[in-house]
């Protein structure tokens, strides 16, 4: 059965820390692996990831793509408290996103 | 302009009654998807619709029934609510080509069950 494995489930770490979230998947027909961010609504896009060894850049974010050893990796420097959300790994196959069950961050002042 | 809008944003309601969510989006995608998020925050998918055709039905319940009259809309109807359907319900819309499946979610309706 295809899943998407989180870790850490949660993460609580002071203002201007550095972290690094993980992704692992065991999927059968894998297209692309997608980064959300989710504060109290809708979840955000953040980066979708299709070939191994690239890092994605976004400001203090960045994600990279292991496809030989199924995973992924969130890190954000400089942490803020804007930060706090909840980080969803997903990724698309079969014609859907499948969700991994998140990690919690919360950045203290 | 919101991208991806769902009605209502809150819905309360008591067990056995029937109700309805709507979800439109204007960004010009083919396909689009309902989304359930449980009291945990595991996203889950329920239906995806491309071009009004239903392509994902992913063993829900027959008392979900959802209708894309176009593909612009994609509609929630829920037959004889029950507690654990309590929930918040995400819809999504993405283009249908390879390399270009990032969904974009509306802000969710919460459904609560009494």
């Known amino acids: 059965e295809d899943k998407v494995v989180q870790s850490p489930l949660s993460l609580v770490v002071h203002e201007g820390d550095t972290v690094t979230l993980n992704c692992s998947y065991e999927v059968t027909n894998f297209r692309s692996l997608l980064w959300y961010k989710q504060e109290k609504k809708a979840p955000t896009f953040l980066f979708m990831l299709t070939s191994s060894g690239i890092e994605k850049k976004s400001g203090r974010l960045s994600s990279i793509l292991d496809k030989k050893e199924l995973f992924s990796i969130l890190n954000i420097t400089a942490t803020q408290t804007g930060d706090s959300a909840i980080y969803l790994c997903?990724?698309?196959?079969?014609?859907?996103?499948?969700f991994g069950t998140g990690t919690r961050l919360t950045i203290i002042p | 302009d919101t991208a991806v809008s769902q009605t209502p944003k809150y819905l309360v309601t008591q067990m056995g009654n029937d109700k309805s969510i709507k979800c439109e989006q204007n960004?010009?995608?083919?396909?689009m998807y309902w989304y359930k998020q449980d009291s945990k925050k595991f996203l889950k998918i329920m239906f995806s619709y491309n071009n009004k055709e239903l392509i994902i039905n992913e063993t829900v319940p027959n008392r979900f029934s959802p209708k894309s009259p176009d593909k612009a809309h994609l509609n929630l109807h829920i037959n004889s609510l029950e507690l654990g359907d309590s929930a918040v319900y995400f819809c999504?819309?993405?283009?249908?080509?390879?390399?270009?499946?990032?969904?974009?979610f509306g802000a969710g309706s919460r459904l609560t069950v009494l």
């Open positions: 997903a990724y698309f196959g079969n014609e859907k996103l499948t």
């Open positions: 999504a819309s993405s283009y249908r080509t390879a390399g270009a499946n990032v969904l974009t």
């Open positions: 960004l010009g995608h083919d396909t």
